[in-house]
């Protein structure tokens, strides 16, 4: 079955304690992205990648690094966390300029 | 950069009428305009996709337009049923950044 898999699907903890979050997809896609979703406010990129070892910031970036080692993962890396990153994390994949494939989330509390 | 305006945050209409929800894009004409379908507690999924040069397309009881001159593209659920209810999500594919660009989405209540 086609999929996006996030983990983990909840994760609460503390400002500052590095945290990451993983994000895998089977269907050879070149382009993966993620996303976090606020109230009011959408979905925002945080961070796109076109292939293997090629990553563009999106439109909320700071506080956040990703990395493109191998083409079926792009995990999203919070350093040192800080509780305006509490927020819903989606990745998603696709063929570059294709439809979307998402994940199911993440929903981040940091205290 | 492009900026995406849904301009209903929430949307009830009665089983059986046709919802309409808006979208409009305030920048340069996207290459193409998507629209995902979003439930509590799950990620978007994908419906319909329609290009610059398309005026409408058609999938099953959901039909979109894209006009260019108001730039605005407008999304259709004919027949509507309670399983319609959700969020509604239009994006704008910007070609040239390789982003997708979202709206904050239109929560659709179809009332039985």
């Known amino acids: 079955e086609a999929q996006v898999t996030q983990n983990p699907r909840y994760l609460i903890t503390v400002t500052g304690k590095k945290l990451t979050v993983t994000c895998s997809q089977n269907?050879?896609?070149?382009?993966m992205s993620w996303y976090r979703q606020d109230p009011g406010l959408g979905l925002r990129q945080i961070y796109y990648?076109?292939?293997?070892?090629?990553?563009d910031k999106g439109d909320v970036p700071e506080g956040y690094k990703v990395s493109r080692k191998e083409k079926r993962n792009f995990p999203l890396i919070l350093e040192s966390p800080s509780p305006n990153q509490t927020s819903l994390y989606f990745c998603?994949?696709?063929?570059?300029?294709?439809?979307?494939?998402f994940g199911d989330g993440t929903r981040l509390s940091i205290l | 950069s492009q900026k995406i305006e849904q301009n209903s945050e929430a949307l009830n209409i009665q089983e059986g009428k046709t919802a309409t929800l808006t979208c409009n894009y305030t920048?340069?004409?996207?290459?193409?305009l998507q629209w995902y379908r979003q439930d509590p507690g799950r990620g978007p999924v994908f419906l319909l996709l329609?290009?610059?040069?398309?005026k409408e397309k058609r999938k099953e009881r959901l039909k979109v337009t894209f006009d260019t001159t108001l730039k605005q593209s407008l999304f259709h659920i004919t027949a509507s049923q309670p399983a319609d209810s959700a969020t509604y999500l239009c994006?704008?594919?910007?070609?040239?950044?390789?982003?997708?660009?979202f709206g904050s989405g239109t929560q659709l209540t179809v009332l039985p």
């Open positions: 998603a994949s696709s063929l570059i300029g294709q439809p979307q494939h």
């Open positions: 269907m050879n896609h070149e382009y």
């Open positions: 990648s076109m292939n293997v070892e090629v990553t």
């Open positions: 920048n340069y004409s996207p290459a193409y």
């Open positions: 329609i290009r610059e040069n398309e």
């Open positions: 994006a704008s594919w910007e070609g040239s950044a390789r982003q997708l660009t």
